[in-house]
């Protein structure tokens, strides 16, 4: 049971205020309870871990409004069942869904394929058949907006500009949501450059 929290945790955003807290027993077996938070200081999340650090009992997760948004049944670590509460409190159906695109029918290679643009110095460097691939990640945001970082490639810095740019020129994208709360999303795509 190495590695399970005892006591007392607490973590901070970049700015000071409390992220997360929990309370934990003594013996290290990871019993207890965790309080999460959104910036800000209000409360996102809040439930019990039994022996071994599990979820356990009902957890109950909040909008940015502070209005319940989901609660999750726990055995011991096994989900039992799971409400969903709109932003007003009243119950509804499912919730949790991944991201989606921005329209049907959109097609991010498609997209990229439409917007690329091969930089000047690919065009002119001296290889008769230049291939290249530049792995970007990116994130789609709680809003849907996308943010791009981490460009990387044995190519042409400016190839990893290029795929920057054009990423962030896609539309915004439906946010994935889990517990019935918006959520971050990462994506890692490779975006080729051709010269035949």
Known sequence: ?????????????????????GIYDDSGRGAGYEWDYFEGGKLSSYG????????DSVWSYY?????????AWWDKGIFVKGECFDEN???????????????????????????LIMPNDVKYDAINHYNCEVIVEFCVLEDGSVEVWNPHSTCFKSTEKEAVRVLR???????????????????????????I
């Open 48 to 55: 019990k871990k039994s022996e071994g650090h599990v979820n």
């Open 89 to 115: 409190g009243q119950s509804q159906g499912a919730c949790d869904t991944t991201t989606s695109m921005p329209d049907p029918g959109f097609d991010v290679n498609s997209f990229i394929g439409r917007n």
């Open 169 to 195: 020129k896609m539309p915004k994208w439906k946010p994935a949501r889990q517990h019935n709360r918006p959520v971050k999303v990462y994506y890692t795509i490779p975006i080729s450059f051709r010269l």
């Open 63 to 71: 909008h940015r409004t502070g209005n319940l948004s989901f609660k």
């Open 1 to 21: 049971m190495h590695d399970l929290p005892h006591k007392v945790h607490y973590s901070w955003f970049k700015d000071g205020t409390i992220s997360s807290k």
